[in-house]
């Protein structure tokens, strides 16, 4: 892509196209005006502005969200990311979140997450029994557990979302989230290339974090989630990639419309 008609996309964003007309006409009407003041001076040297003002702005007037560039690949990452960008805990079990006696003794996996999350003011604990089917067995046995559940400030960092089962079917799951992904900026892409009836491009870029939760910070927890360390160092730094496709639209995320 030229980089005048990179400039320009940009002109119109910041700008306006009819605003960018106007300020045209302003210009050529000034010129009209002023051009018998300057006797003397070769033509095309004063018409040079205006002609590539004019070029600018025919570049802008045809511009198409289905245009392979860095304004359209912004537009469909910030969709892309607004649905699906959620940072998350990835808690792999449905709340309430039980935790049985072993469990307890060996205070590693679940009830290690558990312990940080109650200490953190996110979920609370109480003993209780609950029934299970033991394998090759027909009959539930009872067997107590720790019952943790969301405290009213954990219940506002719980989200639902989409996922697919083992069967491939798609089922809702709750977890905590502790903030949102947000495009940074792009760093380049590969395409676009023909894929069937429609192009595809791989878009790479680095995101930023939008609206933090403070206990993502806390030191007990980025212990037992030792993904949130890596995603808060990776804002800024860290290369995504992405794969977009051309719609009728314009250019969409592939996996926009997928589950989780």
């Not at 990179?6 to 006409?25: P, R, T, V």
């Not at 309430?96 to 307890?104: L, T």
């Not at 192009?199 to 933090?212: D, G, M, Q, S």
């Amino acid at each position: 892509m030229g980089f005048g008609r990179l400039k320009a996309q940009y002109l119109i964003s910041w700008i306006g196209a009819s605003d960018l007309w106007k300020l045209a006409g302003r210009a050529t009407l000034w010129h009209v005006q002023t051009s018998s003041d300057t006797k003397g001076v070769n033509p095309m040297k004063k018409s040079l502005p205006w002609f590539m003002l004019l070029g600018v702005l025919l570049l802008v007037g045809c511009a198409s969200k289905k245009d392979a560039n860095e304004k359209n690949f912004s537009e469909a990452l910030n969709s892309y990311l607004a649905r699906k960008g959620q940072l998350c805990l990835g808690i792999p079990s449905a709340w309430p979140v039980d935790v049985n006696d072993a469990e307890r003794r060996s205070g590693m996996g679940t009830a290690a997450e558990m312990a940080a999350l109650e200490k953190a003011g996110l979920v609370r604990s109480h003993e209780t029994e609950t029934e299970y089917m033991p394998p090759l067995s027909s009959r539930p046995v009872k067997t107590k557990v720790l019952r943790y559940e969301l405290t009213d400030n954990g219940k506002t960092f719980y989200r639902e979302k989409d996922r697919l089962g083992l069967a491939g079917n798609k089922q809702v799951q709750g977890d905590l989230c502790y903030g949102q992904q947000a495009l940074d900026k792009i760093v380049n892409w590969q395409g676009p290339t023909a894929a069937e009836d429609s192009k595809e491009a791989t878009v790479f870029y680095t995101y930023r974090i939008e609206n933090l939760a403070e206990w993502a910070k806390n030191a007990d927890i980025q212990r037992v989630f030792p993904g949130i360390v890596s995603t808060i160092d990776g804002a800024g730094q860290t290369v995504m990639n992405q794969a977009l496709t051309l719609t009728s639209r314009g250019w969409e995320a592939k996996s926009l419309n997928l589950p989780f």
